[in-house]
């Protein structure tokens, strides 16, 4: 028996009445230069869609075909009687050309101007299953128009989503002179959001980064940069168009396109939080979170006392934030291509070729189905969660991402399998077009890279963060500047004429006074020269040594950990490299992670349930080394380039019993 019913029910219930419905004013208006119309009722088509208009309906064909999706516009149907009873024949009618399998209840809602009526109807036909999504918009005067969404699969209808709305909020009522131009709605109708205010243009506001705002005496780390917020729903699909703009202004306020109101901003333990009040994010409460690229706002709980189900946005500061979010968004899109998979049940055997087609499409073993991406529900997860429909994947699941090194990777969970393609690495912006400030008169004195590492103070009490031992690393330049971050992959990342894509120098300004120092806005700490390193603040830093000449053989082992304390998630990973003769090396990681859910949220609580996830994996390549970088070039031919270096033994020499690789502390293996 088909599960249909319960997966309408809850499509209509959650994405139709608590987003798709209620998101129908908020979604801005088409243009009506493209605007066209039928009967009393102007509509505009989706771009790319083929469009077929006759006397009675207009039909809209998705790009690849009716197979990837079709709507119908049937307009000024006559209401007789009570509008459910009507509604309800109005959808056996337009099903009765094959067989009802599933049906859901006729749900109603408002939005579009009008009251909405909206039911799901699975239909079998002699060439297979639709899906159709039926939705009535009553416009008060006795008449309604038609709306139909037809799919060969549920995961189509979340893909397909924003068209449909866009299409039914593009249908207002034709201006009494039937013309196709803007209509301009009365008090209360169509152009009124149920989250408080009608919708108007919003002007343009001028850009500001983090380092105007620090110029004119504000801080992002703790205060909002006033500028343009997009936001993008958390709810699931693949669309990279925002709902909402933001436009956070002076003196606590904030203008939307459906209205304004205020804003207030508190630290909250080692948060800050945001709490809206007025127009229509009253109500609203989030956290601002501000990074080399901008600031995020995450809002939450918004139209909670006029929604049936509240919004959730994250909202990224236009420019280089927004840019840097699409870019992951793009990472998190499946592309087309074939995927060589292979079987992580432990047999290491080939999974065949997972071929990811055009318009949701995917081949496997000769048979297709559809997949579905979703980035959106969680828009920080390094991945999409991706949803396979028909074929020999049927409801199966799993995760897709493209990582720095140009490796794309789609695990599926039923059958395990792992699907790898190597690509040529996507440009990742990491700094600004600006060159940094010369530092102040009196900055500076010291050169050169220096480093030190301590026990966790945390490890003990299970909180740790550093996997048991912590590294700190500064890169001193004689002008005044220094880096105060571990790179990632090269020393050239501490040059400090760079800037941050939010306009910030990538460095922090230090001063040496006297027996002490000032690193950025810290407050002074003694400073003593020892030998080739420096003591700073009691802790010594002793110079980074390169690697290249060298001699790296045997085993080296590094050891992580997660979770601890009152987590409910923990478990550890193991990586072991191997540096072999001629170049060569092999690398195995092995793992897992043990996550449980408690009455409390916490590992003091009672268990309620819980999941294990374990990983093995094995890999081998050639490797090379220049100046503090080692690059492992694997055997799929994908690259990954390691910030690499050791600290002076007693002679001045590397000590090759300690290597930091990429973030990660290795320890020689006596013996291996």
Excluded at 144 to 159: C, F, I, R
Excluded at 488 to 515: F, K, M, W
Aim: charged share 20%; proline share 5%; hydrophobic share 35%.
């Amino acid at each position: 028996m088909s599960r249909f019913p319960i997966r309408a029910a809850h499509l209509i219930r959650r994405s139709v009445r608590g987003s798709l419905l209620a998101l129908l004013p908020l979604l801005a208006l088409q243009s009506q230069a493209m605007a066209a119309k039928i009967g009393t009722v102007t509509y505009t088509a989706p771009t790319g869609w083929a469009v077929k208009a006759q006397p009675q309906m207009v039909t809209f064909t998705a790009p690849g075909g009716a197979g990837q999706g079709l709507m119908l516009l049937i307009p000024d149907q006559k209401v007789s009687g009570d509008p459910e009873a009507w509604f309800r024949t109005v959808v056996q009618q337009l099903s009765s050309d094959g067989q009802i399998t599933d049906q859901s209840e006729i749900q109603a809602g408002s939005g579009a101007g009008a009251s909405l009526l909206s039911a799901a109807v699975t239909v079998r036909l002699s060439q297979g299953t639709q899906y159709r999504f039926y939705t009535a918009r009553l416009t008060g005067s006795g008449t309604a128009s038609v709306y139909v969404l037809v799919t060969s699969s549920l995961n189509a209808v979340d893909g397909l989503q924003d068209t449909y709305v866009a299409l039914i909020r593009s249908a207002a009522p034709a201006q009494a002179s039937g013309t196709a131009g803007t209509s301009t709605p009365s008090k209360g109708t169509a152009a009124t959001s149920p989250l408080g205010g009608a919708k108007t243009a919003l002007p343009a506001v001028k850009p500001m980064n983090a380092a105007q705002f620090i110029a004119a005496g504000g801080n992002p780390e703790v205060a909002v940069i006033p500028d343009e917020f997009r936001c993008y729903q958390e709810k699931r699909g693949s669309s990279v168009t925002p709902e909402l703009a933001v436009q956070i202004l002076s003196g606590g306020k904030y203008r939307t396109a459906y209205g304004s109101g205020t804003y207030t901003v508190r630290k909250d333990s080692s948060l800050i939080k945001t709490d809206w009040t007025g127009g229509p994010l009253d109500g609203a409460y989030g956290y601002l979170n501000f990074d080399d690229y901008g600031q995020t706002l995450s809002i939450s709980n918004v139209g909670e006392n006029v929604l049936d189900d509240s919004i959730d946005f994250e909202c990224y500061q236009r420019g280089a934030r927004e840019n840097r979010q699409l870019l992951d968004f793009r990472l998190k899109t499946p592309v087309p291509a074939a995927y060589p998979c292979t079987a992580t049940d432990g047999s290491g055997k080939s999974g065949g070729t997972l071929e990811i087609l055009k318009d949701g499409m995917y081949r496997l073993g000769g048979q297709t189905g559809r997949y579905a991406a979703d980035f959106r529900s969680d828009q920080n997860d390094a991945w999409s969660d991706v949803t396979f429909t028909g074929g020999p994947l049927d409801d199966a699941n799993g995760t897709y991402q493209e990582d720095e090194a140009g490796v794309r990777t789609l695990s599926v969970y039923r059958p395990k399998m792992e699907c790898r393609l190597v690509v040529k690495p996507t440009p990742i912006l990491r700094y600004g077009s600006a060159k940094a400030p010369a530092p102040p008169k009196g900055s500076g004195g010291l050169s050169g890279a220096y480093a030190a590492w301590y026990p966790d103070p945390l490890a003990a009490s299970g909180y740790g963060t550093c996997s048991g031992l912590c590294w700190d690393v500064y890169v001193f330049d004689r002008s005044g500047y220094v880096y105060t971050q571990e790179p990632d992959g090269s020393i050239d990342e501490a040059s400090c004429t760079r800037t941050h894509p939010n306009g910030l120098p990538v460095c922090e300004v230090y001063r040496v006074q006297g027996s002490q120092i000032v690193i950025g806005k810290d407050k002074a700490v003694p400073l003593v020269r020892v030998g080739t390193g420096l003591k700073i603040d009691g802790r010594t830093y002793e110079p980074l040594l390169k690697l290249d000449g060298a001699k790296l053989a045997g085993s080296y082992e590094s050891k992580s950990f997660v979770g601890g304390g009152t987590s409910t998630v923990s478990g550890g990973f193991q990586t072991t490299l191997n540096f072999l003769p001629q170049g060569r090396f092999t690398r195995a990681r092995s793992g897992g992670v043990s996550a449980t859910t408690t009455d409390t949220g916490t590992n003091l609580g009672n268990v309620t349930g819980g999941v294990t996830v374990t990983s093995d994996r094995r890999s081998s390549g050639t490797y090379r080394v220049s100046g503090y970088t080692l690059a492992l070039t694997y055997g799929d031919g994908h690259t990954e380039t390691l910030f690499a270096f050791a600290l002076p033994d007693k002679a001045g020499r590397a000590d090759l019993e300690l290597l930091r690789l990429g973030g990660s502390t290795y320890t020689r293996q006596d013996g291996k």
